[in-house]
């Protein structure tokens, strides 16, 4: 990681400052060519046949960014080689290795998508990497709540000189899906995930709690982790599953606050969780081991009816030209508790810079309602970053 560190800071020292915020208004409805297809997972079918539409329907997609995935890994030294080194074993014991039910479901993902089984690991991988985003739960005045969040990714990855884009975040619009995981033909919780990837960065468990995770840049964290985990130490968990078995298996929001809090993972993590009672919402400042830090709303003194979280610890301040927090907080108090509801918090995220270039989708949730929207999101030049 520290390679992409340093990257990060040599481009910071060519970007210049920022222009003060223009809080945007009335930006929703969005277009609706930009709403998500939904897809719908059976999970009373044995695991291998879960994905099978989802696999069938956007295989190419999923090749073309693995691809994009490659030729970054492939410029990553020491860590690049024990990836590929995996990737390219026969992986005959993965089954054993991975929890119920992952394990068939990442081998349904490769039988039906027409990728290798170590793709499809790698493919899931990545994820506990570079998701630099910003969630936001709120409570509107007669307690109903919001969880919103934009997700940022591929930093770093393969910046496209003559187009200004990232050619990672480009291949991974096409493989936003909504997912509607069902029981018994009932919707036990949605969520928004990108075709390939069987774990949850974005859920809602209705009338439950909804949960959200960001990256936690940590210089050793899940470089360690990883590394620990190809070498064959099992006793960490991915944090992908960990958040899937939470939204599949949680009973209520003090469950998912205690498991989300308490099992050892392979990287740092953020989790933005919010319940139905009134005060129920919290950032869970993850390490690898267990949680550094619970930040309750009601005890946030200045904006006791929300939370807001980027990708920096709530006591520090951010990188100073990554700042997405400052100004989503300036927008978020110019939105005022009366405004909470979906087109008000949609406004906020799609305030520069917390939408970016990096941005693939803005997630919308109500959880007293199980109302899920979700739009794929371009930021037009200017737009940060570069
Ligand atoms: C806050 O809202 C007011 C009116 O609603 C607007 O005039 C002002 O420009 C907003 N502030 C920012 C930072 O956008
Ligand atoms: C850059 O944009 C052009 C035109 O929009 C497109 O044809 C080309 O494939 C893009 N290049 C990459 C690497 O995405
Ligand atoms: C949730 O619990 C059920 C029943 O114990 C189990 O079969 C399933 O694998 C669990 N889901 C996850 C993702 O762990
Ligand atoms: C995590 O576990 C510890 C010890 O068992 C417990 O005191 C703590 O409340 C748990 N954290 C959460 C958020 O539930």
Avoid at 218 to 236: A, F, P, T, V
Avoid at 334 to 363: H, W
């Amino acid at each position: 990681m520290r390679e992409i560190v340093l990257l990060f800071l040599a481009f910071v020292a060519v970007t210049q400052a920022q222009s003060p915020v223009q809080c945007v208004k009335n930006a929703y409805p969005p277009d609706p060519k930009t709403k998500v297809p939904w897809f719908t997972i059976n999970l009373d079918l044995p695991p291998e046949e879960r994905w099978k539409e989802v696999a069938q329907n956007r295989g190419a997609q999923i090749r073309n960014l693995l691809n994009e995935f490659k030729k970054f890994v492939l410029d990553w030294g020491s860590f690049a080689d024990k990836i590929i080194a995996f990737v390219d074993s026969d992986l005959g014991s993965l089954d054993k290795t991975l929890p119920y039910p992952f394990a068939g479901e990442l081998q349904g993902m490769s039988k039906y998508s027409g990728l290798n089984l170590g793709e499809v690991v790698l493919f899931n991988i990545f994820y506990e990497f570079f998701t630099v985003c910003t969630s936001i739960v709120a409570e509107d005045p007669n307690g109903n709540f919001v969880h919103a969040r934009n997700l940022d990714f591929g930093l770093f990855i393969g910046w496209d000189v003559k187009n200004k884009t990232w050619q990672v975040t480009e291949a991974l619009r096409p493989l936003v899906i909504n997912l509607d995981f069902q029981r018994g033909g009932k919707t036990v919780f949605k969520s928004v995930n990108f075709a390939g990837y069987v774990g949850i960065l974005t859920g809602l468990r209705p009338s439950l709690f909804s949960l959200s995770m960001n990256e936690r840049f940590n210089l050793d964290g899940g470089y360690i982790g990883i590394l620990k985990w190809l070498m064959g130490d099992r006793s960490e968990q991915w944090m992908g599953f960990l958040t899937r078995s939470v939204m599949e298996n949680a009973t209520s929001y003090e469950d998912a606050k205690t498991q989300l809090a308490n099992t050892t993972m392979l990287a740092p993590a953020y989790f933005i969780l919010g319940g139905v009672q009134s005060a129920q919402a919290a950032i869970i400042t993850r390490a690898r081991e267990k949680a550094l830090d619970v930040w309750e709303m009601s005890t946030i003194t200045d904006h006791p009816w929300y939370v807001l979280q980027t990708n920096y610890d709530h006591w520090e301040k951010p990188l100073f030209l990554d700042d997405r927090r400052t100004p989503g907080n300036q927008c978020m108090k110019n939105m005022t508790r009366q405004s909470v509801g979906f087109p008000a918090i949609f406004d906020v995220l799609s305030t520069e810079p917390v939408l970016n270039k990096l941005t693939a989708y803005t997630a919308l949730m109500e959880v007293k309602t199980g109302k899920f929207e979700s739009y794929i999101r371009y930021c037009k030049d200017p737009c940060f970053p570069w």
